[in-house]
């Protein structure tokens, strides 16, 4: 059974930090692209960041550049997404995605939100 657990979402004061983590399971975790998408009220989701299957490239939006960073570790098969100088305008649901070939799964999503 695919799962993506996503964990690590709440709320935080704008300037702040948090760290999200996606936990995988049921699937060739290392085989698979991984991505972190958002998506606020009213808004369609978007790409926040997405990394490679080795880990060895990264994409970032560009209104996270240099605030939020992707990793992911292929032992625990988990993608991590470290985010700071939070903003409101980052509050949204966050939703772990992974992606090989035409294959894609997602997870349930976890709220972030940034008060001002």
């Known amino acids: 059974q695919v799962q993506l657990v996503e964990s690590g979402g709440g709320l935080v004061q704008a300037g702040g930090s948090l760290r999200l983590s996606c936990a995988a399971s049921?699937?060739?975790?290392?085989?698979?692209?991984m991505s972190w998408y958002r998506q606020a009220p009213g808004k369609e989701r978007e790409l926040v960041a997405d990394?490679?299957?080795?880990?060895?490239?990264?994409n970032y939006a560009d209104s996270v550049k240099g605030r939020f960073t992707i990793s992911r570790d292929n032992a625990k098969n988990t993608v991590y997404l470290q985010m700071e100088s939070l903003k409101p305008e980052d509050t949204a649901v966050y939703y772990c995605?992974?992606?090989?070939?035409?294959?894609?799964?997602w997870g349930q999503g976890t709220q972030v939100t940034v008060s001002s």
């Open positions: 990394i490679t299957s080795a880990g060895d490239s990264t």
């Open positions: 995605n992974a992606r090989w070939l035409i294959t894609k799964y």
């Open positions: 049921g699937f060739s975790f290392s085989l698979f692209r």
